[in-house]
């Protein structure tokens, strides 16, 4: 039945990627060669849709070039088109491995310290009409903003040929951190990171990093476990390490939210411009609860209908009345909760003793509660998507393929955009790691 309907003049492409992404979870799955086929009509739909349909198109572009003002980056729109330059006399400042490193966070905002990868948006403030018109498969991951990703990936392509054209290469940087930095700076030994010969092909390159961060995984839960590497140990292990299931030094690494109905239904009260609470009598433009809020709202502005929903807030001891006008009882616990509802990242790593009360004060009300991995939930889903076929069937299975010879021939272009990937992964580990080991170190060093 699936194939008659690939093969129909009626088949809509939406659903021909359902088909497609289909995972399977049970006795029920369509064969490989009906996904093929599937894939290939929606393709072929598509391909005439454009011969006779223009549709709608943008560019996004990234470059490093001079700029002569002291401007970190500046960007350019003009209508569809984007672009984004970054100072090129900034970044030649300093050409230490440790700068390098550390330009990923404060430059090219690469990673969040709170919040983690930038793109990982579970949630959004608006409606997106796009996602809201897909048609999922069974099993798809959608917890990211596919535009920041597009930007983010420009960005970081963008910022490996500037280290290439300087003849730095980022693989010898990540070699540089594990067996040279956290030995010399937190006085931690065992590391070993291999960097690949930079000369070979990026399809032996994606092979060989893959074994490496695998590794460097296998070395961490090691190190957490007996605070030493054992490397005869760990070539004798029968289970590899996965990044799902790692644990970090810190118990109380994370909040998540807690799953519940009322919770969630409360997450999408304060923070979704769906929300019953959306819009006021005197503005009908829907903005969410929470941004309505911040701006100054009175409780007179919200019709009859709505009050109730107030009330709850209230009795949650979430929002007070103060001259009428709606007040956060505690926008700090506010604050967290948006980021977790919007990220399902909140990272409590390097947060000051007022912060971390304010964190336990959201576990105690039942609001969240903590995670001890080294990677958060949303993390953990991201990873799964990208390297592998754990949970979903919509990723590109970068690890998967290549560990098993299904990316064996395609053009160099294409390597270079899954080696690109990994590598992003690559970094996301270094900085993960670092935060552990800073955090180790610290321990070490106040006993």
Wanted: with cysteine.
């Amino acid at each position: 039945m699936a194939r008659k309907y690939c093969e129909s003049d009626l088949a809509n492409p939406n659903y021909l990627n359902a088909i497609f992404n289909y995972k399977k979870t049970s006795q029920y799955y369509f064969e490989d060669e009906v996904k093929l086929l599937s894939k290939r009509k929606s393709d072929s739909i598509w391909e005439s849709h454009f011969k006779e349909h223009l549709g709608v198109s943008y560019s996004l572009a990234v470059s490093i070039v001079p700029i002569e003002n002291e401007k970190l980056f500046i960007f350019e729109n003009n209508g569809t088109s984007s672009k984004i330059v970054i100072n090129k006399n900034v970044l030649d400042e300093h050409h230490d491995f440790s700068t390098l490193l550390n330009n990923y966070i404060y430059i090219l905002n690469f990673f969040s310290y709170d919040t983690g990868l930038p793109w990982l948006v579970l949630n959004n403030d608006t409606l997106n009409f796009y996602k809201s018109l897909k048609f999922p498969s069974n099993a798809d991951y959608s917890g990211f903003d596919e535009d920041l990703k597009l930007y983010h990936s420009l960005l970081f392509h963008a910022y490996f040929d500037y280290l290439k054209n300087n003849k730095i290469d980022l693989e010898e940087i990540i070699e540089w951190y594990f067996n040279t930095y956290i030995v010399e700076e937190l006085g931690i030994e065992g590391f070993h990171f291999n960097s690949s010969n930079k000369d070979s092909s990026y399809y032996e390159r994606s092979k060989s990093i893959i074994s490496e961060m695998d590794s460097i995984l296998n070395q961490f839960e090691l190190f957490e476990k007996n605070r030493e590497i054992d490397f005869e140990l760990l070539s004798i292990r029968s289970k590899p390490t996965s990044y799902d299931n790692i644990e970090s030094f810190k118990t109380h690494k994370f909040l998540k939210l807690k799953t519940s109905t009322e919770n969630s239904q409360l997450m999408s009260m304060l923070f979704s411009d769906q929300s019953h609470l959306a819009y006021t009598l005197s503005n009908e433009e829907f903005h969410p609860f929470f941004r309505l809020v911040e701006a100054g709202v009175n409780i007179n502005s919200f019709a009859e209908h709505q009050q109730k929903y107030l009330r709850y807030l209230i009795e949650k001891n979430i929002i007070e009345i103060i001259d009428d006008i709606i007040k956060f009882k505690d926008i700090r616990e506010i604050n967290i909760l948006y980021m977790l509802w919007r990220t399902g990242t909140f990272c409590l790593f390097y947060k000051l003793e007022s912060d971390l009360d304010v964190a336990q004060n959201l576990v105690e009300k039942n609001f969240c509660e903590y995670t001890n991995k080294v990677f958060s939930d949303a993390e953990i889903d991201y990873l799964s998507f990208i390297l592998d076929d754990k949970k979903y069937g919509n990723g590109p299975k970068i690890r998967n393929k290549f560990v098993h010879g299904k990316f064996s021939n395609l053009d160099e272009k294409k390597y270079l955009e899954y080696y690109l990937e990994l590598l992003q992964i690559a970094i996301f580990y270094v900085i993960r790691i670092n935060d552990e080991l800073e955090y180790y170190a610290g321990m070490n060093n106040s006993k």
